[in-house]
T-cell receptor, first 114, second 116 residues
Framework: GAGVSQSPSNKVTEKGKDVELRCDPI?????LYWYRQSLGQGLEFLIYFQGNSAPDKSGLPSDRFSAERTGGSVSTLTIQRTQQEDSAVYLCASSFRTGNTEAFFGQGTRLTVV | AQTVTQSQPEMSVQEAETVTLSCTYD???????LFWYKQPPSRQMILVIRQEAYKQQNATENRFSVNFQKAAKSFSLKISDSQLGDAAMYFCAYRSGIQGAQKLVFGQGTRLTINP
C-alpha cells in the first residue's frame, strides 16, 4: 500500500474485553514496530518484528499483551482482559531496513476502555 | 538504557520567526542515530530530519536544521521562517547503531504553537 494502514481508527471497549488492533505495513518493509502513546506522553516502545519473528518484545507491559505477524506483512496486537490504563493511542510503524532509515508511521488506533 | 529528554513541554513562536526546540539524550554508545518527528493532530508521525552520530556536519532540510553537540549529548531543532503548518507536537528520538537494535526511543515531546 501507499502507507502504513491501521484499523480500526478508534475503538471503545468495555473493561475486561479482548481487543485486536491491526497494522498493514508498507509493502516490502521487513521491520514493523508497535508503540503506545498515552495522553500527553511520549511514545512507549512495545514490540518490534523483523519478518515474522520478534527479536525485541521488551516493551510489552504485561502478559495480557501479545502480537503476531504473518507472511512478513500484517501484524495484530492483542490486548486481553482490557483495563482502563490500557487506554491510549497505539501506533504502528514500518521500515525497510536498519540504521538511519526512516520509520513510517500509521495514524494509530485510539483505544478507550470504559 | 538510553533516554531522551525534551525539557520544553510547550513552545510558541510568531509566524515567520525562528524557534529552537531542545533535546538531550543519554547513552554510552558511540554509534547511533537521532531523529526529529512531527506529529500533527492527525496523529501520524512524520520524519522531519535525521542525524548520524558519526557525522560532524549538522543536518539541514529546507527550513529545518539541527545543532548536534555530541559531547554534550544535545540535539536541538531549529525551525526558520515558521509557518502555520509547522504547528504540531515534535518528538526527538534515538536509535542505537548496534546491529539488530531497532527500536526508536522517544522524548516526551514539545507542543509547538505558531501565532499568526
Amino acid at each position: 500500500g501507499a502507507g502504513v494502514s491501521q484499523s480500526p481508527s478508534n475503538k471503545v471497549t468495555e473493561k475486561g474485553k479482548d481487543v485486536e488492533l491491526r497494522c498493514d505495513p508498507i509493502s516490502g518493509h521487513t521491520a514493523l514496530y508497535w508503540y503506545r502513546q498515552s495522553l500527553g506522553q511520549g511514545l512507549e516502545f512495545l514490540i518490534y518484528f523483523q519478518g515474522n519473528s520478534a527479536p525485541d518484545k521488551s516493551g510489552l507491559p504485561s502478559d495480557r499483551f501479545s502480537a503476531e505477524r504473518t507472511g512478513g506483512s500484517v501484524s495484530t496486537l492483542t490486548i486481553q482482559r482490557t483495563q482502563q490504563e490500557d487506554s491510549a493511542v497505539y501506533l504502528c510503524a514500518s521500515s525497510f531496513r536498519t540504521g538511519n532509515t526512516e520509520a513510517f508511521f500509521g495514524q494509530g488506533t485510539r483505544l478507550t476502555v470504559v | 538504557a538510553q533516554t531522551v529528554t525534551q525539557s520544553q513541554p510547550e513552545m510558541s513562536v510568531q509566524e515567520a520567526e525562528t524557534v529552537t526546540l531542545s533535546c538531550t539524550y543519554d547513552t554510552s554508545e558511540s554509534d547511533y542515530y537521532l531523529f526529529w518527528y512531527k506529529q500533527p493532530p492527525s496523529r501520524q508521525m512524520i520524519l522531519v530530519i535525521r542525524q548520524e552520530a558519526y557525522k560532524q556536519q549538522n543536518a539541514t532540510e529546507n527550513r529545518f536544521s539541527v545543532n548536534f553537540q555530541k559531547a554534550a549529548k544535545s540535539f536541538s531543532l531549529k525551525i526558520s521562517d515558521s509557518q502555520l503548518g509547522d504547528a504540531a507536537m515534535y518528538f526527538c528520538a534515538y536509535r542505537s547503531g548496534i546491529q539488530g537494535a531497532q527500536k526508536l526511543v522517544f522524548g516526551q515531546g514539545t507542543r509547538l504553537t505558531i501565532n499568526p
